[in-house]
């Protein structure tokens, strides 16, 4: 286990924290499990952690309310795990110093593919997760591809059908896997003239880019829709069973 980024699994459930510590140890981490917020804390008080799983929902008290505890001695990345998709606006929308979140039910391949893309973008762990991810060389071409020039994407080697903004709109998506757009700005970034296209709604476009995709990939539902917040692109890695 040595050399292993460590990662702290705060969750009370024991058969989910199970599945999580079974799959980040696959995946060529050095997991560690407390069932309580306390517990936690006590646990990074001790050591060293690459990143932490905090649930949301915990016997002693909040996920939130114990990231907070966590950011004021420490800038570990946080994940999240959260039971209710309600609970996502205060993921999303307050300072609460996590890094990403997960709504459970999630498979342990979305929660290591999050779990490395996190390290990845914070810079943590780096070599370690780099040799990790030797596997990655089995992975085949990446999910989605852009063509510029003749204006194309394609979805797991299959080439969708779009029209100029369907194109520029999902391009703006595929950019950023995972992050967030709220529609206002989804609407300047794929339109020359936001105001001159109001009838051309966001939404309108990503029911039929829905539909393209799944023209391609029939099980495929790569974007995700965040109530009251916008659409994001799953992150590769995350998508399908
Ligand atoms: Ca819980």
């Given at each position: 286990m040595e050399g292993r980024p460590r990662i702290l699994v705060i969750e009370d459930e024991p058969a989910i924290a199970d599945t999580l510590l079974y799959a980040l140890k696959t995946e060529g981490f050095a997991p560690e499990w407390s069932a309580t917020g306390r517990e936690g804390l006590a646990a990074l008080e001790k050591g060293k952690f690459a990143l932490v799983v905090l649930d949301v929902g915990l016997p002693d008290g909040s996920g939130f309310d114990f990231c907070k505890t966590i950011r004021r001695r420490s800038n570990v990345p946080v994940l999240f795990l959260t039971a209710r998709n309600s609970e996502l606006d205060r993921v999303l929308g307050l300072?609460?110093?996590?890094?990403d979140y997960l709504v459970k039910p999630f498979s342990p391949r979305e929660l290591t593919a999050r779990v490395k893309a996190v390290l990845r973008r914070t810079g943590t762990a780096g070599a370690a997760v780099a040799a990790s991810n030797a596997?990655?060389?089995?992975?085949?071409?990446?999910e989605w591809q852009v063509d510029d020039e003749r204006c194309r994407i394609s979805f797991r080697g299959r080439a969708l059908e779009l029209t100029r903004y369907e194109f520029r709109l999902l391009r703006v998506l595929v950019a950023r896997p995972g992050r967030v757009f709220t529609r206002e700005q989804l609407m300047s970034a794929a339109w020359e003239e936001p105001e001159a296209s109001l009838d051309r709604t966001v939404d309108a476009h990503i029911k039929t880019l829905r539909a393209k995709v799944r023209a391609v990939v029939?099980?495929?539902?790569p974007i995700q829709t965040h109530r009251g917040l916008g659409y994001s692109l799953r992150e590769a890695g995350a998508a399908g069973p």
């Amino acid at each position: 286990m040595e050399g292993r980024p460590r990662i702290l699994v705060i969750e009370d459930e024991p058969a989910i924290a199970d599945t999580l510590l079974y799959a980040l140890k696959t995946e060529g981490f050095a997991p560690e499990w407390s069932a309580t917020g306390r517990e936690g804390l006590a646990a990074l008080e001790k050591g060293k952690f690459a990143l932490v799983v905090l649930d949301v929902g915990l016997p002693d008290g909040s996920g939130f309310d114990f990231c907070k505890t966590i950011r004021r001695r420490s800038n570990v990345p946080v994940l999240f795990l959260t039971a209710r998709n309600s609970e996502l606006d205060r993921v999303l929308g307050l300072e609460l110093g996590g890094d990403d979140y997960l709504v459970k039910p999630f498979s342990p391949r979305e929660l290591t593919a999050r779990v490395k893309a996190v390290l990845r973008r914070t810079g943590t762990a780096g070599a370690a997760v780099a040799a990790s991810n030797a596997s990655a060389s089995l992975a085949p071409e990446p999910e989605w591809q852009v063509d510029d020039e003749r204006c194309r994407i394609s979805f797991r080697g299959r080439a969708l059908e779009l029209t100029r903004y369907e194109f520029r709109l999902l391009r703006v998506l595929v950019a950023r896997p995972g992050r967030v757009f709220t529609r206002e700005q989804l609407m300047s970034a794929a339109w020359e003239e936001p105001e001159a296209s109001l009838d051309r709604t966001v939404d309108a476009h990503i029911k039929t880019l829905r539909a393209k995709v799944r023209a391609v990939v029939p099980d495929a539902d790569p974007i995700q829709t965040h109530r009251g917040l916008g659409y994001s692109l799953r992150e590769a890695g995350a998508a399908g069973p």
